[in-house]
């Protein structure tokens, strides 16, 4: 019963031993972040969302960046903004539907080159 309670407490050493040489080498936690290919188009998307959405009319791009980059209520961006609640969906709306019509064509140009 001792062995049958205590088999799953086995102590396991943060450093794994090389047997051949008798030293201790640390173990290497897995990597969980993003590899060097998937970062760069991270940023890549990025660069080209920012430059799309700084393409947008003022008053669209600044609704845009309250609602979608700052996470901010409709409530609270009209508020910040002065304007109707109203105003500032249809500005979102408008600027989502230019957002997305940018974005396709570019897609679509860098599937060609």
Do not use: Y
Not at 30 to 59: H, Y
Not at 82 to 109: C, D, I, S, W
Request: hydrophobic letters at 35%; glycine letters at 8%; a positive charge.
């Amino acid at each position: 019963m001792w062995l049958r309670r205590n088999r799953g407490f086995a102590d396991v050493p943060l450093e794994k031993q090389d047997v051949a040489s008798e030293t201790r080498l640390p173990l290497d936690p897995p990597d969980s972040g993003l590899n060097p290919e998937e970062t760069c188009l991270q940023l890549e998307r990025k660069r080209i969302v920012v430059a799309a959405i700084n393409k947008l009319t003022p008053a669209l791009r600044t609704a845009m960046k309250l609602r979608e980059l700052h996470d901010l209520s409709t409530q609270e961006t009209a508020g910040i903004l002065g304007l109707p609640v109203g105003t500032v969906k249809a500005r979102v709306f408008h600027g989502r539907g230019k957002l997305r019509a940018m974005l396709n064509v570019h897609g679509q140009k860098s599937q060609t080159h």
